[in-house]
């Protein structure tokens, strides 16, 4: 089934990627009016598919749409267009080179269930304004969220074919789309399954752009605003019940705000009220795989330090903080897909980067100081795709900001200018203008000029002034050779 649509979706590309941008943006625009006329119901569908708050769909995933679409229409055709490449070599004086960007024909998208309906959506408009056609697979427990993303894009009138929705097992998605013959997989998920669609892609040598875990470190300083970077971390850490790939999990506090700050976070975590602060898990079984993770730490030593009030029935779960966590527990080494923070207490700067960088993950990290200049320098070295400062897990709805991580997180980039170009193949054109040009210098029949004459342009190229003089007449003797017959 999904080769068939695949199929279909190559003859409609074709077309569509004819097509001048304009007219390309002009359709979405019609797919954006019904974007804003839907707000509260796609916020809706949201929350009853996904368990977040209406709050948290309307904040984190509705408004971000809203952005991207916005930001991609206006800004797609400057990152398609084609530009002039600058800064060629002396030797290459009659070349010119142009990049030239392509659309990669059809493009899998498979998404994930936390934030089922901005992750795919963004990619979704970049991928058919740059001139692709589009699969799109969304979790199976999300359903209704792909359903309305397909509505949304109907409206645009696209040629038929050119997008589909499909609904299938996730386990069945990815083999199908990589064997189905698409150009390129973007996927949102778990690391392990990352690596297998790694491991199908391999032998087609398919481009992948993988967007995968993490378990992000936050560093507050000694100079901190602390009520500030409690209140984002708590937000940053709860917000969606903690179950985002770039909320924080790990928070590195310098010892002489340590128990301040603790306190804080503990006053806030205890004020969080079920059914309003925070929702549910989204399934059963991934509370049951977080409690795990818990239940291992606790084992090892782990302190709960603060606890917010829930019932715990069906899917709830209550916010907690950890303290006395040592890097053998899952807090530290696994992603805790949760609402879970874990607090330690660091000698200085230094420590807080070790410890953070002690990860096999990096998608995303923040530096909490009023030191703006302290905190760049320290962000700048913190091995993370995307840094904030004074924030936290926000920079994905920037649609301006590229988002992605380094090694067990993922690889490429989505949103920005970056993530539109993975929408794009890269082409390079070089034309020589010079008229009535009959061969290069290094073009048969070989002869000792020849080789004379291209060690003198070495020499003008890489030789002290003297040697550069006694190269000269040798370089204009061989430069002639472009007009011989």
């Known amino acids: ?86 800064g ?29 309906f901005a992750i795919p959506f963004s990619e979704v408009i970049m991928a058919l304004l740059a001139g692709n056609a589009v699969i799109l697979k969304t979790a199976s427990v999300t359903p209704n969220v792909g359903r309305m993303i397909a509505r949304i894009v109907a409206d645009a009138d696209l040629p038929e074919g050119l997008f589909a929705y499909v609904e299938m097992p996730g386990k069945e998605a990815g083999p199908a789309f990589i064997e189905g013959g698409i150009d390129k997989l973007f996927f949102t ?39 500030r970077a409690a209140a984002g971390l708590i937000w940053a850490g709860f917000s969606n019940a903690g179950q985002s790939c770039g909320g924080v999990q790990r928070v590195l506090v310098h010892r002489s705000v340590f128990a301040l700050f603790l306190e804080k976070l503990r006053g806030l975590t205890e004020n969080l009220h079920e059914g309003v602060d ?51 527990m899952p807090i530290m080494r696994e992603e805790i897909f949760g609402p879970v923070l874990a607090v330690i207490s660091v000698n200085d700067d230094e420590e807080a980067l070790r410890i953070a960088n002690s990860s096999a993950y990096g998608l995303t990290g923040s530096v909490w100081s009023r030191n703006r200049r302290a905190a760049r320098l320290l962000a700048a070295r913190v091995n993370a795709g995307a840094v904030m400062i004074n924030d936290h897990l926000m920079s994905h709805g920037l649609a301006e ?49 020849v080789y004379a004459g291209i060690r003198a342009i070495v020499e003008l190229l890489t030789g002290g002034l003297l040697s550069k003089i006694k190269a000269l007449p040798s370089v204009l003797r061989i430069f002639f050779r472009y007009w011989e017959k």
């Open 1 to 86: 089934m999904v080769s068939e649509i695949i199929v279909k979706a190559r003859a409609a590309q074709r077309q569509w990627e004819k097509l001048p941008y304009g007219e390309k943006a002009k359709k979405l625009k019609k797919a954006a009016r019904f974007l804003g006329r839907s707000v509260d119901e796609i916020a809706r569908v949201i929350h009853e598919d996904n368990g977040k708050l209406a709050l948290d769909a309307l904040a984190t995933e509705v408004l971000p749409a809203i952005l991207a679409m916005d930001f991609y229409i206006k800004n797609g055709r400057k990152f398609a267009r084609s530009r002039a490449i600058k």
């Open 88 to 116: 060629r070599s002396l030797l290459m004086f009659n070349k010119t080179s142009r990049t030239v960007f392509k659309p990669y024909g059809v493009v899998g998208i498979i998404s994930p269930w936390n934030y089922p």
């Open 189 to 227: 998920g778990s690391t392990a399954t990352g690596r297998e669609l790694m491991a199908l892609a391999t032998p087609r040598l398919l481009p992948l752009v993988l967007e995968l875990g993490g378990a992000d470190a936050a560093i507050v300083r000694a100079d901190a605003d602390l009520d």
């Open 278 to 328: 925070m929702g549910p898990m989204t399934t059963l079984k991934q509370k049951q795989t977080v409690q795990r993770q818990i239940d291992a730490c606790l084992a090892k030593g782990a302190k709960i330090a603060a606890k917010s009030q829930s019932t715990e029935d069906g899917n709830l779960m209550p916010a907690m903080i950890l303290t006395d966590v040592t890097d053998d």
């Open 401 to 449: 900001t590229p988002w992605g991580g380094f090694g067990d997180s993922g690889l490429g980039k989505t949103h920005g200018e970056f993530g539109f170009r993975e929408m794009l193949k890269a082409q390079v054109v070089v034309d020589d203008f010079l008229p009535a040009v009959k061969r290069n210098l290094w073009w048969q029949p070989y002869s000792e000029r």
